[in-house]
């Protein structure tokens, strides 16, 4: 089993920053895919980023240019740099943990962007 714990979200202005962290821990060998996913109010949990274990990274496009993924393999853990953020991506932010065919989330954390 897998268990990840979320930190990094907060409140902040538009155009600010916050950077997010994830920590995997337990059975973590043999993870293909980690990364963000997010859920605003009354909308559907849509993907942020991802990166897999062979180094590719997928992103929706509304993010691209502002948001990085970065992860610290020795640590299990992923990262999301956001940077210029905007009231629209106010959300809860996931973390997304693949192992096969099993698929783990994090407890989520809030991002809230406004002025």
């Known amino acids: 089993q897998v268990q990840l714990v979320e930190s990094g979200g907060g409140l902040v202005q538009p155009g600010g920053s916050l950077r997010l962290s994830c920590a995997a821990s337990?059975?973590?060998?043999?993870?293909?895919?980690m990364g963000w996913y997010r859920q605003a109010p009354g909308n559907q949990r849509e993907l942020v980023a991802m990166?897999?274990?062979?180094?590719?990274?997928n992103s929706t496009d509304s993010v691209k240019g502002r948001f990085t993924i970065s992860s610290d393999n020795a640590k299990n853990t992923v990262y999301l740099q956001m940077n210029n953020l905007k009231p629209e991506d106010t959300a809860v932010y996931y973390c997304?943990?693949?192992?096969?065919?099993?698929?783990?989330w994090g407890r989520g954390t809030q991002v809230t962007v406004s002025s």
């Open positions: 990166l897999t274990s062979g180094g590719v990274t």
């Open positions: 337990g059975s973590t060998f043999g993870i293909s895919a």
């Open positions: 997304h943990v693949r192992v096969l065919f099993k698929a783990y």
